[in-house]
């Protein structure tokens, strides 16, 4: 069983950057491939990145490629999410997530763990 909790999140103006963080608990988090979904009021939760547990590998979405960088510290059971040049169309919940399988895109099936979401809101 993992626990996962999400912290970093805040009000920011846009342009701006946020760092989230995912600590894991109750298990190790190296046997998990890590990712972050978001999900937005009136709309589906969605991927937003993902890294292999060695920290090799990573994927992202185009809606956030080359402005949001995922990474990972093992020793710590700790993932982040660098989110710079943030657009009020990042506006969303975001969650931590734990899957045994890498992808560059997912089902939330696919998901075998999940935080409980920290808020990101983003003003113009």
């Known amino acids: 069983q993992v626990q996962l909790e999400e912290s970093g999140g805040g009000l920011v103006q846009a342009g701006g950057s946020l760092r989230l963080s995912c600590t894991a608990s109750?298990?190790?988090?190296?046997?998990?491939?890590m990712a972050w979904f978001r999900q937005a009021p009136g709309s589906e939760r969605e991927f937003v990145a993902t890294?292999?547990?060695?920290?090799?590998?990573?994927s992202y979405p185009d809606s956030v490629k080359g402005r949001f960088t995922i990474s990972r510290d093992n020793a710590k059971n700790t993932v982040y999410l660098q989110m710079n040049s943030l657009k009020v169309e990042d506006t969303a919940v975001y969650y931590c997530?734990?899957?045994?399988?890498?992808?560059?895109?997912?089902?939330?099936?696919?998901?075998?763990?999940w935080g409980q979401g920290t808020q990101v809101t983003v003003s113009s």
């Open positions: 109750g298990s190790t988090v190296i046997a998990y491939v």
């Open positions: 890294i292999s547990w060695s920290g090799v590998r990573t």
């Open positions: 997530a734990a899957t045994r399988r890498f992808s560059d895109s997912y089902q939330l099936g696919d998901i075998d763990y």
